[in-house]
Nanobody, 124 residues
Framework: QVQLVESGGGLVQAGGSLRLSCAAS????????MGWFRQAPESEREFVAA????????YYADSVKGRFTISRDNAKNMVYLQMNSLKPEDTAVYYC?????????????????WGQGTQVTVSS
């Protein structure tokens, strides 16, 4: 069982930066691949970024590649999403998720555990 709590969301102007954090409970955190997803109003939840359990592999949606960076600290049970050059279209609720499977990193239904989400709003 893994419990996830996101933080770090807020209101930022276009071009600005935010760093999201996700704190995970449990001693088995390093056994899970982790991902970030987002959901804008009246839109489906979409994949943003993922990282393997060791941190050696990362994956990004084309829309955020080069602007966002996912990282993790297994000693602290933390996952981060550094978001730079933010755009109004990045506005959404951002969710942290954990996946025990080693495949399907971009598929929300492959993730067993989810946080409650944190709101990110980018003004133009």
């Amino acid at each position: 069982q893994v419990q996830l709590v996101e933080s770090g969301g807020g209101l930022v102007q276009a071009g600005g930066s935010l760093r999201l954090s996700c704190a995970a409970s449990g001693r088995t955190f390093s056994r899970y691949d982790m991902g970030w997803f987002r959901q804008a109003p009246e839109s489906e939840r979409e994949f943003v970024a993922a990282i393997s359990r060791s941190g050696s592999s990362t994956y990004y949606a084309d829309s955020v590649k080069g602007r966002f960076t996912i990282s993790r600290d297994n000693a602290k049970n933390m996952v981060y999403l550094q978001m730079n050059s933010l755009k109004p279209e990045d506005t959404a609720v951002y969710y942290c998720a954990a996946r025990s499977s080693s495949y399907g990193y971009a598929l929300a239904n492959k993730y067993e555990y989810w946080g409650q989400g944190t709101q990110v709003t980018v003004s133009s």
